[in-house]
């Protein structure tokens, strides 16, 4: 399975961006993960496809939101009230694993290629 993500750009602060993710096969649970200039990709946001349950980063819980459309076999990531330390590289990435919620880039073996968020 691949990912090929799109929807990265640059924001003002305060702004809004959507980012989305398509894999060219079924996935059962998928993530967003990021990782900014010398710091550590972490964990922002992840869905199970088979019930839409989510699981947020305490960063971001209540200005992300993850979403999956069945019927494009997309997930989505719209990120509301941007701030500048939301700047960095965005990936999706998807695993079978059951550790899946705990937002840990280890538990997840498929990866995008990333898409750079800058606000500023």
């Known amino acids: 399975v691949q990912l090929v993500e799109s929807g990265g750009g640059s924001v003002q602060v305060g702004g809004s961006l959507t980012l989305s993710c398509k894999p060219s096969?079924?996935?059962?649970?998928m993530g967003w993960f990021r990782q900014a200039p010398g710091k550590q990709r972490e964990g922002v946001a992840a869905i199970s496809t088979e019930d839409d349950t989510t699981y947020y980063a305490g960063s971001v819980q209540g200005r992300f939101t993850i979403a999956y459309d069945n019927a494009k076999n997309t997930i989505y990531l719209r990120m509301n009230d941007l701030r500048q330390a939301d700047t960095a590289v965005y990936y999706c990435?998807?695993?079978?694993?059951?550790?899946?919620?705990?937002?840990?880039?280890?538990?997840?073996?498929?990866w995008g290629q990333g898409t750079q968020v800058t606000v500023s």
């Open positions: 990435a998807a695993t079978t694993s059951e550790w899946w919620y705990r937002l840990i880039p280890n538990v997840y073996n498929i």
């Open positions: 096969g079924a996935i059962d649970t």
